[in-house]
């Protein structure tokens, strides 16, 4: 996956290119605020499926860790995602924690953990058998979550989670104001600290793991521990996402731990281009919104869209569609010059 | 003893069925390298296209065979010539992403032409009643199968041990550089073999439409099972593919039989225990 560095690789360690990534930071989280006010402004009503992007929006952030940084190709991650919703779900319901930062941190622990045991399978194996035990975990964690009905609820889906007002003051409103500000101000902090670990040397060594695993030995570091911490890590932000699904929607269903969820997310990575954390943003919101518009008008046609877009997707823009236009602005910055 | 008996023959029937489905995947992964998650939307296609032939044409179950293998081939064959060739040897997540995408369109358009209903195969008289062993009787569909499935078995063993062509594969599945070096036209080999493991696999969708029933998400629901067999057994090896079937078509028969309500729990149990175990498959080799 050489064609997937991506030009804001920030290897140098000089004052300038420091300051401008940290520049880049700041413009990324302005935009992400941004774009949620204008979410917000422009559809008042519609405040449900903008919280759904922002925690699937978490959810192919995880993706792109694992996928994007360090070239592991997984059609399961959803295992990550429901595992950190049922977790929040299952504090609130059954042990009546009802406190959203609490039910939070049990999202991220659970997502963690369902990171771990994933990154441990996943990694005994390459190539196609990999790609075969993503999707034999999923499957495996979708049958296990249908069976143990007096915990998750089965395929009713679980629910009766009622979550108290955030730190006491903002109630979980029916208009879903409270839940975008705290989906919105998740996906914040997240984002920017994400930024921070992907240009950390930790960072540097995943995307040196994905570039050349032999090398990475050579020079002394284990390719595998590194890949591990990094699905522990993917597993948290999962997990986050998955929670916040659970606060938000009040109701965990199945279909959080689905292979479609899991294959969509990949879709939208790709689409918005693997290896650059605005790359996942951007897919996710233009899959949601035109996913939203078409699947309301004819499900089936849905699926052939999505397939026609992946298609293309491969052949025209490799890169996604953030790689590919950070590419023409470079180019044209390059000509300018 | 009972149970014990129907689930051995479901099981051998099952596994062959998979076996005639996911050998070509296997043939065609292990020589062209790419990780095909639409094999089993040419199965679904040939399903379609046989009992588009046999229940509103009316043509004999035969003919329809015939007609599903060669009309799946022709199929096939354009969208490995437009689609396919791009993505040899280009990363598993552009060959993953590009397969499922073909895959999605199959099933939006099998869904937009047929209809989002069950389709069923009338079986011939021949094939519909039951034979009797003397102390147990068993449907004639599922010898019908095994049948099959042991003659694709034999005819590709000879065909690719015995022949000239066989050979030819062999060499490309080794090394395809130095084989279209020593002048075999590698071409030629990918798309015969591309369409050939087609057609077996459209054999499959019709001769196992009484196990696995045709409908538009037939492609998704199994395509893990037959990447599972592939990977299991170890790609371009048949007898690893044959043992990897009969194994995973036992252990999913078992399971339905004996405990109905874990559903494919211990199947993908097993699936990772197994890969976990082998990594290169059961009769992978080092590379």
């Given at each position: 996956?050489?064609?997937?560095?991506?030009?804001?690789?920030?290897?140098?360690t000089?004052a300038?290119v420091?300051?401008?990534?940290?520049?880049?930071?700041l413009?990324?989280?302005?935009?992400?605020?941004?774009?949620a006010?204008?979410?917000?402004?422009?559809?008042?009503?519609?405040?449900a499926?903008?919280t759904?992007?922002?925690?699937?929006a978490?959810?192919?952030?995880s993706?792109?860790?694992?996928t994007g940084?360090?070239?592991?190709?997984?059609l399961?991650?959803?295992?990550?995602?429901?595992s950190?919703?049922y977790?929040?779900?299952?504090?609130?319901?059954?042990?009546?924690?009802?406190d959203?930062?609490?039910?939070?941190?049990?999202?991220?622990?659970?997502?963690?953990f369902?990171?771990l045991?994933?990154?441990?399978?996943i990694?005994?194996?390459?190539?196609?058998p990999?790609?075969v035990?993503s999707?034999a975990?999923?499957h495996?964690?979708?049958e296990?979550?249908?069976?143990?009905?007096?915990?998750?609820?089965g395929?009713?889906?679980?629910?009766?989670?009622?979550p108290?007002?955030l730190?006491g003051?903002?109630a979980?409103d029916?208009?879903?104001?409270?839940?975008?500000g705290?989906?919105?101000?998740?996906?914040?902090v997240?984002?920017?600290?994400l930024?921070?670990?992907v240009?950390?040397?930790?960072?540097?060594l995943c995307?040196g793991?994905?570039e050349?695993?032999?090398?990475i030995?050579?020079?002394?570091?284990?390719p595998?521990?590194?890949?591990?911490?990094?699905?522990?890590l993917?597993?948290?932000?999962?997990?986050?996402?998955?929670?916040?699904?659970?606060?938000?929607?009040?109701?965990?269903?199945?279909?959080?731990?689905?292979f479609?969820?899991?294959?969509?997310?990949?879709?939208?990575?790709?689409?918005?281009?693997t290896?650059?954390?605005?790359?996942?943003?951007?897919?996710?919101i233009?899959?949601?919104?035109?996913?939203?518009?078409v699947?309301a008008?004819?499900?089936?046609?849905?699926?052939?869209?999505?397939g026609?877009?992946?298609?293309a997707?491969?052949l025209?823009?490799?890169?996604?569609?953030?790689?590919?236009a950070?590419?023409f602005?470079?180019?044209?910055r390059?000509?300018?010059? | 003893?009972?149970?014990i008996?129907?689930i051995?023959?479901?099981?051998l029937a099952?596994?062959?069925?998979?076996f005639v489905?996911?050998i070509?995947l296997?043939?065609?992964?292990?020589?062209?390298?790419?990780?095909?998650?639409?094999?089993?939307?040419?199965?679904m296609?040939?399903g379609?296209?046989?009992?588009?032939?046999?229940?509103?044409?009316?043509?004999?179950y035969?003919?329809?065979?015939?007609?599903?293998?060669?009309?799946?081939?022709?199929?096939?064959?354009?969208?490995?010539?437009?689609?396919?060739?791009?993505?040899?040897?280009?990363?598993?997540?552009?060959?993953?992403?590009?397969?499922?995408?073909?895959?999605?369109?199959?099933?939006?358009?099998a869904?937009?032409?047929?209809g989002?209903t069950?389709k069923?195969?009338?079986?011939?008289?021949g094939?519909?009643?039951?034979?009797?062993l003397?102390?147990?009787s068993i449907?004639t569909?599922r010898?019908?199968?095994?049948?099959?499935?042991?003659?694709v078995?034999?005819?590709?063993?000879?065909?690719i041990?015995?022949?000239?062509?066989?050979?030819?594969?062999r060499?490309?599945?080794d090394?395809?550089?130095?084989?279209a070096?020593l002048?075999?036209?590698?071409?030629?080999v990918?798309?015969?073999s591309?369409?050939?493991?087609?057609g077996?696999?459209?054999l499959g969708g019709?001769?196992?439409?009484?196990?696995?029933?045709v409908?538009?998400?037939y492609a998704?629901r199994?395509?893990?099972?037959f990447?599972v067999v592939?990977?299991?057994g170890?790609?371009g090896s048949?007898?690893?593919?044959?043992?990897?079937?009969?194994?995973?078509?036992?252990?999913?028969?078992a399971g339905?039989?004996?405990m109905?309500e874990?559903?494919e729990?211990?199947?993908?149990?097993?699936?990772?225990a197994?890969?976990?175990?082998?990594?290169?498959?059961l009769a992978g080799?080092?590379?």
């Amino acid at each position: 996956m050489t064609m997937a560095t991506m030009n804001d690789t920030v290897a140098t360690t000089t004052a300038p290119v420091k300051r401008r990534s940290f520049g880049r930071d700041l413009a990324g989280l302005a935009v992400i605020l941004a774009l949620a006010a204008i979410g917000y402004l422009l559809f008042p009503n519609n405040l449900a499926l903008l919280t759904r992007i922002t925690a699937i929006a978490l959810l192919v952030l995880s993706l792109d860790l694992v996928t994007g940084y360090c070239g592991v190709a997984t059609l399961g991650q959803a295992a990550l995602f429901g595992s950190g919703a049922y977790a929040a779900g299952i504090a609130a319901v059954h042990f009546g924690i009802t406190d959203p930062l609490l039910m939070l941190v049990s999202g991220v622990l659970g997502g963690a953990f369902a990171g771990l045991v994933c990154g441990v399978v996943i990694l005994r194996a390459h190539g196609l058998p990999q790609l075969v035990l993503s999707i034999a975990l999923i499957h495996l964690f979708h049958e296990f979550a249908n069976k143990a009905s007096s915990w998750t609820g089965g395929s009713d889906g679980l629910a009766g989670i009622a979550p108290d007002p955030l730190l006491g003051l903002f109630a979980f409103d029916l208009w879903g104001r409270t839940a975008y500000g705290f989906g919105i101000g998740l996906l914040a902090v997240v984002f920017a600290l994400l930024r921070l670990i992907v240009r950390s040397p930790f960072g540097m060594l995943c995307r040196g793991i994905k570039e050349d695993p032999i090398r990475i030995r050579a020079m002394g570091a284990s390719p595998r521990v590194a890949i591990v911490k990094m699905y522990v890590l993917s597993g948290a932000v999962a997990g986050v996402g998955g929670a916040l699904n659970a606060i938000s929607t009040q109701v965990v269903g199945l279909d959080s731990l689905s292979f479609t969820l899991s294959a969509e997310s990949l879709v939208m990575l790709v689409l918005g281009g693997t290896g650059s954390l605005f790359g996942a943003l951007a897919g996710t919101i233009v899959f949601m919104f035109f996913e939203d518009i078409v699947s309301a008008a004819n499900p089936f046609h849905w699926l052939t869209m999505v397939g026609a877009l992946l298609i293309a997707v491969v052949l025209f823009a490799p890169r996604g569609l953030y790689g590919t236009a950070a590419a023409f602005v470079a180019r044209r910055r390059e000509a300018g010059r | 003893m009972q149970t014990i008996f129907s689930i051995a023959v479901d099981a051998l029937a099952y596994g062959m069925v998979l076996f005639v489905i996911s050998i070509g995947l296997s043939v065609t992964m292990g020589l062209m390298r790419v990780v095909n998650l639409a094999h089993g939307a040419f199965a679904m296609i040939g399903g379609y296209i046989a009992s588009y032939a046999a229940r509103d044409l009316g043509l004999g179950y035969g003919l329809a065979v015939l007609i599903a293998v060669f009309g799946t081939i022709v199929i096939a064959v354009p969208i490995e010539r437009l689609l396919y060739r791009r993505i040899y040897g280009a990363p598993e997540l552009t060959q993953v992403l590009m397969t499922i995408g073909i895959t999605f369109c199959i099933i939006g358009i099998a869904n937009y032409v047929f209809g989002p209903t069950l389709k069923t195969m009338p079986l011939p008289p021949g094939l519909r009643g039951s034979v009797d062993l003397g102390f147990r009787s068993i449907a004639t569909h599922r010898l019908f199968a095994i049948a099959c499935g042991l003659a694709v078995a034999v005819g590709l063993w000879y065909a690719i041990e015995k022949t000239a062509f066989g050979v030819k594969l062999r060499a490309s599945v080794d090394n395809a550089a130095m084989a279209a070096a020593l002048g075999v036209r590698t071409e030629i080999v990918y798309a015969v073999s591309f369409a050939v493991a087609v057609g077996l696999a459209a054999l499959g969708g019709v001769v196992g439409a009484e196990l696995l029933p045709v409908e538009p998400y037939y492609a998704l629901r199994y395509m893990v099972t037959f990447l599972v067999v592939v990977s299991v057994g170890g790609a371009g090896s048949i007898p690893g593919a044959l043992l990897a079937c009969l194994l995973l078509g036992g252990i999913d028969t078992a399971g339905r039989y004996l405990m109905p309500e874990f559903g494919e729990f211990f199947f993908y149990l097993a699936v990772i225990a197994i890969v976990c175990v082998f990594p290169r498959g059961l009769a992978g080799r080092t590379r």
